[in-house]
């Protein structure tokens, strides 16, 4: 009778072993042999953990499972290796000019001819009834349309088609009469002149007078066609600047989004002929928003300012707390004198009174500069450093012209009616404002992005409130800050709370995924982090649906708001206050958020009416007193928009002088 196996694993005569088993057989022989010489006896765990041995290193599925194993470690390592880029500053191209054949507009259509009748009456007649007998008057623009076949002008491709579609439609003289241009043209011309009022730059829309004191014929004809398509090309360029801004936002950088107005610049021609005061009808395509109105009148009082030769200057990296002292203690005392209002100047009259032009930083200097520091909305806590000295010495005029200017460029990128219920946040303020008929705005400190996660400019519409949200980890943060994490610890977003799905919504560990495929897009998964006092939104989010992932929402980092500089997030708008701004935008109480935060659920509630939110850029802007406040350019953003002018000035110049 055959045995199975004999005494230390050797197979009993009979068997035909593998030749993977004779090598396993005879190391494992081998191996027992020697614990045998040694003196030792075999345990059976010994036996245990030898045949296991083995089994790994001879069993295909282990060998399999190991590799595997190596394998998603390489892929996660050089997972760690792909990035998401940010959006990016773009080299901006202006809008291009062209040259405009006017010699479509120099024959008339038989529909165009106008016969007259006996009594001197324009006839009303078909087209078939024109014969030779007919006596044909032609206008003053008839007779001088021939000179049209030989006048080109450079000008914006909208500009060029409206001219044509105008003219084609009303043949006729808008701004000359009896060869000579008229009071109306007269009117218009000071009004191009004027665009300096607004921001604009009236080299633009210059347009010279005829020189027709010498000419007759068609040289005569020629000249007072071509003043009449040249001020109607200006007064037209003059509108799309007015309406829409001499640049495109979404070609300075990525970060802007904002679709370009439309502009019916036949309609405005339209109106020119209607109008007695053309001035006015021109002008009326600037924005009429109130915000714009005080941005004239800023722009205005500063242009009629001299710039101040007598600036106060605080030495830079001058950094001063209560109890110290500081040669800069007489500029900051008279920084303060001359820059903090009326109030703060009588609240501490005898402060001022008293300084004797010592170095030594007093309690009483102290309460002086904390409420400058208050009513330059910085934080109030007596420490002279970088952003008190800059409110103190102030902007020269030059450079809040600048930023003025910038500003009004930026408010023709917004639409014409921001809406009586809305939200404006401005990201240099680091303000979100919540604004309602009938009640004071309600404005709250905000976090915006930081410069390597920059906020876009954009503006949406309000649609939901959730309450204890979940947060959807955006793709940019799980390939930039979540994947090198789980290149260390596969585990690491099982254990920190986090909730790993397919796009079918099957839940599956951190540890199971090809992160390198997610990395490169070749497999999606979601990530979003359980609602809890950790969770990144806090307790409260609305929602405005973009392709930027951005909103407004709560925060555990509560401390971020103390600070005057307040660029910390990853492009979203943590508010200081959003309760209060969640109840705003529902139209109900504080009490009723807290009572739905309080219930501990994830839940939404659909925010009803039409509420815009505008995410916007502006370093220089009303404030709720009426007054002009000037911000810190946290992004350069300004820069870039100056860098798009000039091109655009380029441009322009070029075109004028062709």
């Known amino acids: 009778m055959r045995t199975s196996m004999m005494a230390h694993g050797t197979p009993a005569s009979g068997y035909k072993l593998s030749f993977g088993q004779k090598i396993g057989a005879g190391l494992k022989a081998g191996l027992m042999a020697s614990v045998l010489a040694t003196g030792f006896t075999v345990l059976p765990v010994a036996d245990a953990e030898a045949q296991g041995f083995f089994q790994r290193l ?25 990035r998401v880029s940010a959006p990016r500053y773009l080299t901006y191209k202006p809008d291009t000019f062209k040259a405009v054949s006017l010699a479509p507009l120099s024959e008339k259509k038989t529909a165009e001819v106008t016969p007259s009748t006996a009594d001197g009456n324009a006839a009303s007649i078909n087209d078939t009834d024109i014969s030779a007998s007919t006596p044909v008057v032609l206008t003053p623009f008839d007779e001088a349309r021939p000179a049209l076949k030989d006048i080109k002008l450079t000008v914006l491709p909208e500009v060029g088609d409206a001219l044509i579609a105008f003219y084609r439609e009303y ?3 808008l701004w000359v009469k009896d060869s000579k241009p008229t009071a109306k043209a007269a009117q218009m011309r000071r009004a191009l002149r004027n665009a300096a009022a607004f921001g604009l730059n009236p080299a633009d829309y210059v347009v010279a007078l005829p020189a027709t004191a010498s ?32 640049v495109d936002p979404n070609r300075i950088s990525q970060y802007h989004d904002l679709p370009r107005h439309d502009v019916d610049l036949v309609g405005a021609l339209e109106e020119f002929t209607a109008s007695g005061k053309v001035a006015t009808a021109l002008e009326a395509h600037q924005p009429q928003s109130d915000h714009f109105k005080k941005l004239t009148a800023e722009l205005a009082r500063l242009k009629a300012e001299d710039e101040e ?57 102290v309460a002086l500069v904390k409420s400058f520091q208050k009513e330059s909305k910085l934080t109030a806590d007596g420490i002279v450093g970088k952003n008190t000295i800059k409110a103190m010495v102030g902007e020269t005029n030059a450079a809040k012209i600048a930023k ?52 876009n400019f954009f503006y949406d519409k309000i649609e939901i409130v959730e309450y204890n949200p979940y947060w959807g980890v955006p793709y940019s943060i799980i390939v930039n800050e979540m994947i090198p994490k789980l290149a260390a610890n596969p585990s690491y977003l099982d254990q920190a709370g986090y909730e790993v799905t397919t796009p079918g919504g099957r839940k599956v560990s951190s540890a199971s995924v090809d992160w390198y495929a997610v990395a490169n897009k070749q497999k999606s998964i979601n990530v979003r982090q359980y609602p809890g ?30 600070k005057d500089t307040r660029a910390f997030s990853h492009g979203c708008i943590r508010l200081h206050d959003p309760k209060g701004m969640a109840a705003a935008v529902l139209g109900k109480s504080t009490d009723y958020v807290s009572s739905r935060i309080a219930a501990g659920q994830n839940a939404q ?51 004028r002088a062709s």
């Open 171 to 173: 043949p006729d003289f």
């Open 404 to 455: 003025v200017e910038l500003a009004m460029e930026r408010s023709r990128w917004l639409p014409e009616e921001l809406g009586e219920r809305k939200v404006f946040i401005n990201q240099p303020a680091f303000t979100a404002t919540y604004h309602e008929p009938g009640t004071d705005p309600m404005s709250m400190r905000v976090v915006v992005g930081k410069k390597s996660n920059q906020t």
């Open 605 to 655: 509630e659909k925010v009803t009416g039409d509420i815009p939110v505008y995410v916007s850029y502006f370093t220089a802007w009303p404030e709720a007193d009426g007054s002009i406040g000037f911000y810190t350019d946290v992004y350069d953003r300004d820069r870039y928009l100056l860098k798009a002018l000039e091109k655009t000035e380029e441009v322009r110049a070029k075109a």
């Open 215 to 246: 000419l007759d014929g068609d040289d005569l004809d020629a000249a007072v066609m071509q003043f009449e398509m040249e001020l109607s090309a200006a007064a037209l360029t003059y509108v799309l600047d007015a309406t829409r801004g001499r």
């Open 533 to 562: 006092r950790s969770n990144a939104l806090g307790e409260v989010k609305i929602l405005f649906p973009n392709r930027h992932h951005i909103y407004m929402h709560d925060t555990p980092s509560k401390s971020l708001f103390n």
């Open 58 to 82: 001879f069993n295909p599925e282990a060998q399999q499972r190991q590799r595997q194993r190596e394998l998603q470690e390489q892929r996660r390592k050089k997972a760690t290796k792909v």
């Open 309 to 365: 030769a007598d600036q106060i200057v605080i030495a830079p990296g001058t950094f001063l707390k209560a109890g110290k002292t500081s040669p800069e203690m007489k500029n900051i005392v008279a920084a303060i004198s001359k820059h903090g209002s009326e109030t703060l100047k009588t609240d501490h009259a005898a402060t001022l009174a008293a300084y004797d032009g010592s170095d030594l930083y007093t309690p009483e200097l």
